[in-house]
Protein backbone atom coordinates (compact mmCIF):
# COMPACT_ATOMS: atom_id res chain seq x y z
CA UNK A 1 0.00 0.00 0.00
CA UNK A 2 1.54 3.13 -1.51
CA UNK A 3 0.09 6.34 0.63
CA UNK A 4 0.72 9.53 0.21
CA UNK A 5 -0.03 12.46 3.00
CA UNK A 6 -1.38 15.82 2.87
CA UNK A 7 -1.02 17.94 5.61
CA UNK A 8 -1.71 21.92 6.88
CA UNK A 9 -1.90 23.80 9.73
CA UNK A 10 -2.80 26.47 10.85
CA UNK A 11 -2.11 28.92 14.20
CA UNK A 12 -3.66 31.63 16.14
CA UNK A 13 -1.38 34.00 18.45
CA UNK A 14 -2.31 34.80 21.98
CA UNK A 15 -4.07 38.40 22.03
CA UNK A 16 -1.28 41.05 22.36
CA UNK A 17 1.55 38.30 21.18
CA UNK A 18 3.42 38.86 18.26
CA UNK A 19 5.14 35.08 18.43
CA UNK A 20 3.48 32.31 18.44
CA UNK A 21 4.05 29.34 21.72
CA UNK A 22 3.42 26.68 19.05
CA UNK A 23 5.41 25.25 16.27
CA UNK A 24 4.38 22.63 13.52
CA UNK A 25 6.98 20.64 11.74
CA UNK A 26 6.93 18.61 9.04
CA UNK A 27 9.59 16.08 8.32
CA UNK A 28 9.67 14.06 5.33
CA UNK A 29 11.99 10.81 4.96
CA UNK A 30 12.63 7.63 2.02
CA UNK A 31 9.67 5.88 3.94
CA UNK A 32 7.43 8.24 6.03
CA UNK A 33 5.50 11.60 6.45
CA UNK A 34 6.50 12.57 10.00
CA UNK A 35 4.06 15.43 11.58
CA UNK A 36 4.98 17.30 15.06
CA UNK A 37 3.22 20.08 17.02
CA UNK A 38 5.04 21.26 19.70
CA UNK A 39 3.40 23.53 22.57
CA UNK A 40 5.48 25.69 24.29
CA UNK A 41 4.81 26.45 27.93
CA UNK A 42 3.56 29.97 28.43
CA UNK A 43 3.23 32.18 25.44
CA UNK A 44 5.10 34.79 23.74
CA UNK A 45 9.24 34.53 23.04
CA UNK A 46 9.62 32.07 26.05
CA UNK A 47 7.15 29.97 24.49
CA UNK A 48 8.18 30.19 21.18
CA UNK A 49 11.72 29.37 21.54
CA UNK A 50 10.83 26.46 23.58
CA UNK A 51 7.99 25.23 20.91
CA UNK A 52 10.79 25.79 17.87
CA UNK A 53 13.52 24.27 19.78
CA UNK A 54 11.29 21.17 20.81
CA UNK A 55 9.92 20.81 17.14
CA UNK A 56 13.64 21.18 16.12
CA UNK A 57 15.13 18.19 18.18
CA UNK A 58 11.91 16.04 17.30
CA UNK A 59 12.17 16.55 14.35
CA UNK A 60 15.99 16.03 13.64
CA UNK A 61 16.36 13.19 15.83
CA UNK A 62 13.37 11.31 14.16
CA UNK A 63 14.62 11.89 10.32
CA UNK A 64 17.85 9.99 11.54
CA UNK A 65 15.85 7.46 13.11
CA UNK A 66 16.06 7.64 16.78
CA UNK A 67 13.65 6.36 19.12
CA UNK A 68 10.97 7.86 21.38
CA UNK A 69 12.91 7.89 24.43
CA UNK A 70 16.20 9.17 23.02
CA UNK A 71 14.23 11.52 22.22
CA UNK A 72 12.41 12.78 25.00
CA UNK A 73 15.65 12.17 27.16
CA UNK A 74 17.29 14.83 24.84
CA UNK A 75 14.64 16.90 25.02
CA UNK A 76 14.39 17.09 29.04
CA UNK A 77 17.85 17.27 29.05
CA UNK A 78 18.52 20.36 26.26
CA UNK A 79 15.66 22.96 27.52
CA UNK A 80 15.65 25.41 30.60
CA UNK A 81 13.76 24.49 33.48
CA UNK A 82 10.66 26.64 33.91
CA UNK A 83 11.82 28.66 37.77
CA UNK A 84 7.91 28.96 38.84
CA UNK A 85 6.80 25.39 37.43
CA UNK A 86 9.92 23.39 37.77
CA UNK A 87 9.37 21.55 34.75
CA UNK A 88 10.76 21.44 31.39
CA UNK A 89 10.22 21.70 27.62
CA UNK A 90 6.80 21.72 26.11
CA UNK A 91 3.99 19.07 25.18
CA UNK A 92 4.00 17.72 22.02
CA UNK A 93 2.22 15.31 19.29
CA UNK A 94 4.27 13.25 16.94
CA UNK A 95 2.44 11.51 14.24
CA UNK A 96 4.60 9.54 11.80
CA UNK A 97 2.37 8.02 8.43
CA UNK A 98 4.91 5.21 6.99
CA UNK A 99 4.30 4.89 2.63
CA UNK A 100 3.45 0.88 3.56
CA UNK A 101 0.52 2.35 5.93
CA UNK A 102 1.48 1.62 9.15
CA UNK A 103 1.39 4.72 11.35
CA UNK A 104 2.44 5.70 14.92
CA UNK A 105 1.29 8.38 16.80
CA UNK A 106 2.96 9.94 20.28
CA UNK A 107 1.50 12.52 22.60
CA UNK A 108 2.53 14.21 25.54
CA UNK A 109 0.51 16.65 26.93
CA UNK A 110 -1.22 17.63 24.19
CA UNK A 111 -5.27 16.98 23.73
CA UNK A 112 -5.91 13.83 21.83
CA UNK A 113 -5.66 13.18 17.93
CA UNK A 114 -8.89 13.56 16.23
CA UNK A 115 -8.96 10.44 14.44
CA UNK A 116 -11.96 10.57 11.26
CA UNK A 117 -12.21 7.07 9.24
CA UNK A 118 -15.54 6.32 7.11
CA UNK A 119 -17.19 9.70 8.33
CA UNK A 120 -16.81 8.05 11.94
CA UNK A 121 -14.67 9.46 15.06
CA UNK A 122 -12.77 7.02 15.48
CA UNK A 123 -10.87 5.76 19.10
CA UNK A 124 -7.54 3.57 18.94
CA UNK A 125 -6.93 1.91 22.05
CA UNK A 126 -2.93 3.35 23.49
CA UNK A 127 -0.34 2.23 25.64
CA UNK A 128 1.32 4.56 28.31
CA UNK A 129 5.44 4.23 28.69
CA UNK A 130 7.23 6.64 30.82
CA UNK A 131 10.50 8.15 29.50
CA UNK A 132 12.37 10.31 31.65
CA UNK A 133 9.78 10.72 34.38
CA UNK A 134 6.88 11.69 31.64
CA UNK A 135 3.91 9.74 30.59
CA UNK A 136 3.60 8.61 27.15
CA UNK A 137 0.84 7.68 24.94
CA UNK A 138 1.89 5.45 22.25
CA UNK A 139 -0.69 4.03 19.26
CA UNK A 140 0.09 1.90 16.14
CA UNK A 141 -2.27 1.41 13.59
CA UNK A 142 -2.74 1.15 9.63
CA UNK A 143 -4.14 4.31 7.51
CA UNK A 144 -6.60 3.85 4.88
CA UNK A 145 -7.28 6.32 2.28
CA UNK A 146 -9.20 9.26 3.10
CA UNK A 147 -8.41 9.06 6.90
CA UNK A 148 -7.97 11.99 8.71
CA UNK A 149 -5.76 13.05 11.62
CA UNK A 150 -5.97 16.11 13.90
CA UNK A 151 -3.66 17.31 16.13
CA UNK A 152 -4.06 20.39 18.68
CA UNK A 153 -2.34 22.48 21.00
CA UNK A 154 -4.55 22.99 24.13
CA UNK A 155 -6.03 26.34 22.77
CA UNK A 156 -8.26 24.50 20.69
CA UNK A 157 -9.88 23.14 23.66
CA UNK A 158 -9.85 26.44 25.72
CA UNK A 159 -11.33 28.60 23.13
CA UNK A 160 -14.14 30.16 24.64
CA UNK A 161 -13.98 29.76 28.19
CA UNK A 162 -15.38 32.44 30.05
CA UNK A 163 -16.40 34.34 26.98
CA UNK A 164 -19.24 32.43 24.94
CA UNK A 165 -19.05 28.96 26.20
CA UNK A 166 -18.87 28.02 29.45
CA UNK A 167 -15.63 28.14 32.41
CA UNK A 168 -14.53 24.79 30.71
CA UNK A 169 -13.96 26.09 27.03
CA UNK A 170 -14.31 24.17 23.84
CA UNK A 171 -14.57 20.19 24.34
CA UNK A 172 -12.77 17.90 22.83
CA UNK A 173 -15.63 16.15 22.06
CA UNK A 174 -17.50 19.12 20.95
CA UNK A 175 -14.40 19.70 19.01
CA UNK A 176 -14.54 16.29 17.20
CA UNK A 177 -18.08 16.49 16.30
CA UNK A 178 -17.16 19.29 14.57
CA UNK A 179 -14.15 18.58 12.76
CA UNK A 180 -16.81 15.16 11.24
CA UNK A 181 -19.46 18.04 10.42
CA UNK A 182 -16.54 19.74 8.28
CA UNK A 183 -15.17 17.19 6.83
CA UNK A 184 -18.57 16.20 5.44
CA UNK A 185 -17.92 19.37 3.55
CA UNK A 186 -14.08 18.95 2.28
CA UNK A 187 -11.55 16.73 2.62
CA UNK A 188 -8.66 19.04 1.96
CA UNK A 189 -6.44 19.28 4.73
CA UNK A 190 -6.07 23.09 3.83
CA UNK A 191 -9.61 24.13 4.23
CA UNK A 192 -10.02 22.01 7.10
CA UNK A 193 -7.10 23.26 9.23
CA UNK A 194 -8.65 26.57 7.90
CA UNK A 195 -12.39 25.87 9.09
CA UNK A 196 -11.04 24.34 12.59
CA UNK A 197 -8.87 27.23 13.05
CA UNK A 198 -11.53 30.24 12.34
CA UNK A 199 -13.74 28.53 14.83
CA UNK A 200 -11.27 28.45 17.50
CA UNK A 201 -11.31 32.25 16.47
CA UNK A 202 -14.79 33.04 16.60
CA UNK A 203 -15.05 31.66 20.23
CA UNK A 204 -12.21 33.50 21.63
CA UNK A 205 -14.05 36.38 19.77
CA UNK A 206 -10.68 37.57 17.86
CA UNK A 207 -8.91 37.81 21.25
CA UNK A 208 -7.61 34.40 21.25
CA UNK A 209 -6.49 33.49 25.42
CA UNK A 210 -3.36 30.76 24.32
CA UNK A 211 -1.80 30.11 21.25
CA UNK A 212 -3.79 27.99 19.36
CA UNK A 213 -3.01 25.29 16.61
CA UNK A 214 -4.52 22.64 15.01
CA UNK A 215 -2.04 20.21 12.08
CA UNK A 216 -4.28 18.46 9.73
CA UNK A 217 -2.98 14.96 8.49
CA UNK A 218 -4.68 13.51 5.68
CA UNK A 219 -4.18 10.17 3.79
CA UNK A 220 -4.67 10.34 0.14
CA UNK A 221 -3.33 8.82 -2.73
CA UNK A 222 0.19 9.87 -5.12
CA UNK A 223 -1.25 12.37 -7.10
CA UNK A 224 0.56 14.05 -10.45
CA UNK A 225 0.36 17.27 -11.94
CA UNK A 226 2.28 17.71 -15.54
CA UNK A 227 2.49 21.10 -16.94
CA UNK A 228 4.36 22.24 -20.09
CA UNK A 229 5.20 25.34 -20.96
CA UNK A 230 7.57 27.58 -23.38
CA UNK A 231 8.58 26.66 -27.09
CA UNK A 232 11.96 24.70 -27.09
CA UNK A 233 14.81 26.18 -28.56
CA UNK A 234 14.54 24.00 -31.49
CA UNK A 235 11.45 23.33 -33.15
CA UNK A 236 12.49 20.38 -34.11
CA UNK A 237 12.67 19.06 -29.97
CA UNK A 238 8.45 20.34 -30.22
CA UNK A 239 7.88 16.55 -31.03
CA UNK A 240 9.62 15.34 -28.53
CA UNK A 241 9.01 17.33 -25.41
CA UNK A 242 5.21 16.52 -26.34
CA UNK A 243 5.91 13.10 -26.40
CA UNK A 244 7.28 12.90 -22.86
CA UNK A 245 4.89 14.87 -21.58
CA UNK A 246 2.12 13.13 -22.73
CA UNK A 247 3.53 9.67 -21.44
CA UNK A 248 3.82 11.37 -18.39
CA UNK A 249 1.26 10.03 -15.52
CA UNK A 250 -0.80 12.45 -14.21
CA UNK A 251 -3.17 15.36 -15.22
CA UNK A 252 -1.82 17.76 -18.05
CA UNK A 253 -1.52 21.08 -17.93
CA UNK A 254 -0.61 23.67 -21.07
CA UNK A 255 0.20 26.92 -20.21
CA UNK A 256 1.22 29.99 -22.78
CA UNK A 257 -0.58 30.21 -25.92
CA UNK A 258 2.45 29.45 -28.08
CA UNK A 259 2.51 25.95 -26.13
CA UNK A 260 -0.75 25.56 -26.44
CA UNK A 261 -0.57 25.29 -30.47
CA UNK A 262 2.33 22.96 -30.00
CA UNK A 263 0.11 21.10 -28.09
CA UNK A 264 -2.72 21.42 -30.20
CA UNK A 265 -0.27 20.34 -33.33
CA UNK A 266 0.66 16.94 -32.12
CA UNK A 267 -2.43 16.17 -31.11
CA UNK A 268 -4.42 16.80 -33.90
CA UNK A 269 -6.94 19.03 -31.97
CA UNK A 270 -8.79 22.84 -31.75
CA UNK A 271 -7.58 24.84 -29.59
CA UNK A 272 -10.69 26.50 -28.49
CA UNK A 273 -10.82 29.59 -26.21
CA UNK A 274 -13.26 30.46 -23.73
CA UNK A 275 -13.72 33.84 -23.60
CA UNK A 276 -16.38 33.48 -20.09
CA UNK A 277 -13.33 32.53 -18.39
CA UNK A 278 -11.93 35.69 -18.32
CA UNK A 279 -11.91 37.90 -15.10
CA UNK A 280 -9.88 40.00 -12.87
CA UNK A 281 -7.28 40.71 -15.53
CA UNK A 282 -6.48 36.90 -15.88
CA UNK A 283 -6.78 35.86 -19.71
CA UNK A 284 -8.92 33.92 -20.71
CA UNK A 285 -8.62 29.75 -20.66
CA UNK A 286 -9.23 27.19 -23.75
CA UNK A 287 -9.40 23.57 -24.32
CA UNK A 288 -7.75 21.10 -26.03
CA UNK A 289 -9.43 17.29 -26.17
CA UNK A 290 -6.94 15.35 -24.56
CA UNK A 291 -5.62 17.75 -21.93
CA UNK A 292 -7.15 18.56 -18.53
CA UNK A 293 -6.33 22.74 -17.97
CA UNK A 294 -5.58 25.01 -20.64
CA UNK A 295 -4.25 28.72 -19.70
CA UNK A 296 -2.16 31.81 -20.82
CA UNK A 297 1.38 31.92 -20.01
CA UNK A 298 3.11 34.54 -17.79
CA UNK A 299 0.48 36.41 -17.08
CA UNK A 300 -1.56 33.56 -15.35
CA UNK A 301 1.74 31.78 -13.83
CA UNK A 302 2.46 34.93 -12.04
CA UNK A 303 -1.04 35.23 -10.44
CA UNK A 304 -1.31 31.50 -9.90
CA UNK A 305 2.19 31.91 -8.33
CA UNK A 306 1.06 34.90 -5.77
CA UNK A 307 -1.97 32.31 -4.70
CA UNK A 308 0.97 29.60 -3.50
CA UNK A 309 2.61 31.88 -1.73
CA UNK A 310 0.05 32.84 0.11
CA UNK A 311 -0.68 29.82 0.91
CA UNK A 312 2.88 29.14 1.78
CA UNK A 313 2.99 31.75 4.27
CA UNK A 314 -0.17 30.69 6.02
CA UNK A 315 -2.39 33.45 4.40
CA UNK A 316 -5.63 31.47 3.57
CA UNK A 317 -8.85 31.95 5.08
CA UNK A 318 -12.55 31.62 3.77
CA UNK A 319 -12.31 34.74 1.42
CA UNK A 320 -8.50 32.70 0.08
CA UNK A 321 -10.46 29.40 -0.65
CA UNK A 322 -13.24 31.64 -2.56
CA UNK A 323 -10.33 33.04 -4.98
CA UNK A 324 -9.13 29.39 -5.14
CA UNK A 325 -12.46 28.57 -6.48
CA UNK A 326 -12.81 31.02 -9.01
CA UNK A 327 -13.25 30.42 -12.68
CA UNK A 328 -10.23 31.57 -14.18
CA UNK A 329 -7.10 30.09 -15.16
CA UNK A 330 -4.86 30.86 -12.18
CA UNK A 331 -7.14 29.77 -9.57
CA UNK A 332 -7.62 26.68 -11.50
CA UNK A 333 -3.69 26.22 -11.49
CA UNK A 334 -2.75 26.91 -8.08
CA UNK A 335 -5.89 24.92 -6.74
CA UNK A 336 -4.87 21.67 -8.66
CA UNK A 337 -0.99 22.18 -7.04
CA UNK A 338 -2.82 22.88 -3.85
CA UNK A 339 -5.11 20.30 -3.07
CA UNK A 340 -4.34 17.83 -5.91
CA UNK A 341 -0.78 17.10 -6.22
CA UNK A 342 1.40 15.31 -4.72
CA UNK A 343 4.67 15.53 -7.16
CA UNK A 344 4.80 18.01 -9.91
CA UNK A 345 6.54 17.56 -13.24
CA UNK A 346 7.19 20.64 -15.24
CA UNK A 347 8.10 19.99 -18.84
CA UNK A 348 9.94 23.87 -19.73
CA UNK A 349 10.97 24.54 -23.23
CA UNK A 350 14.21 26.44 -22.89
CA UNK A 351 14.20 29.34 -25.36
CA UNK A 352 12.93 29.85 -28.99
CA UNK A 353 14.21 30.26 -32.74
CA UNK A 354 13.28 32.45 -35.63
CA UNK A 355 10.38 30.24 -36.13
CA UNK A 356 8.58 31.48 -32.82
CA UNK A 357 10.24 35.39 -33.24
CA UNK A 358 7.20 37.89 -32.06
CA UNK A 359 9.14 41.83 -30.51
CA UNK A 360 7.83 40.41 -27.08
CA UNK A 361 8.46 36.79 -26.78
CA UNK A 362 12.13 37.61 -25.59
CA UNK A 363 10.75 39.31 -22.46
CA UNK A 364 8.18 36.90 -22.28
CA UNK A 365 10.16 34.13 -22.22
CA UNK A 366 12.83 35.40 -19.65
CA UNK A 367 9.88 36.52 -17.38
CA UNK A 368 8.94 32.86 -17.86
CA UNK A 369 12.01 31.59 -16.67
CA UNK A 370 11.94 32.94 -13.76
CA UNK A 371 8.47 31.77 -13.12
CA UNK A 372 9.21 28.18 -13.39
CA UNK A 373 12.28 28.78 -10.82
CA UNK A 374 10.05 30.25 -8.06
CA UNK A 375 7.31 27.41 -9.20
CA UNK A 376 9.76 25.59 -8.51
CA UNK A 377 10.39 26.62 -4.93
CA UNK A 378 7.61 27.40 -3.93
CA UNK A 379 6.13 23.62 -4.66
CA UNK A 380 8.95 22.14 -2.66
CA UNK A 381 8.44 24.12 0.22
CA UNK A 382 5.05 22.53 0.32
CA UNK A 383 6.25 19.17 0.21
CA UNK A 384 5.51 18.85 -3.20
CA UNK A 385 7.71 16.19 -5.17
CA UNK A 386 9.05 18.42 -7.67
CA UNK A 387 11.09 17.67 -11.33
CA UNK A 388 11.92 20.52 -14.11
CA UNK A 389 12.82 18.93 -17.18
CA UNK A 390 14.12 21.69 -20.18
CA UNK A 391 14.05 21.80 -23.49
CA UNK A 392 16.58 22.99 -26.08
Not at 71 to 97: D, G, H, M, N, W
Not at 170 to 192: F, H, I
Request: net charge negative; charged share 25%.
Amino acid sequence: MGVSVDVAWKSLNKHHEELCGDKVEIVKRDDSDIIILADGMGSGVKANILATLTSKILGTMLYEGAGIEACVETVAKTLPICQVRKVAYATFSILQIFHSGEAYLVEYDNPDCVFIRDKKIVKYPYTVREVEGKKIHEYRFRVQKNDCFVLMSDGVIYAGAGEILNLQGWTWEAMAEYTLACTKKTLSASRLASMLSEACDDLYIQKPGDDTTVAVARVIERKVINIFTGPPKDKQNDDKLMHDFMQAEGKKVVSGGTSANIAARYLHKDVITRMDTANGGIPPMASIEGLDLVTEGVITLGRALKLLKQYLNDEFNAEFFDELDANNGASRLAKLIIEECTELNMFVGNAMNEAYQDPELTFEISMRQNLVGQLKDVAEKMGKKVRVEYYD
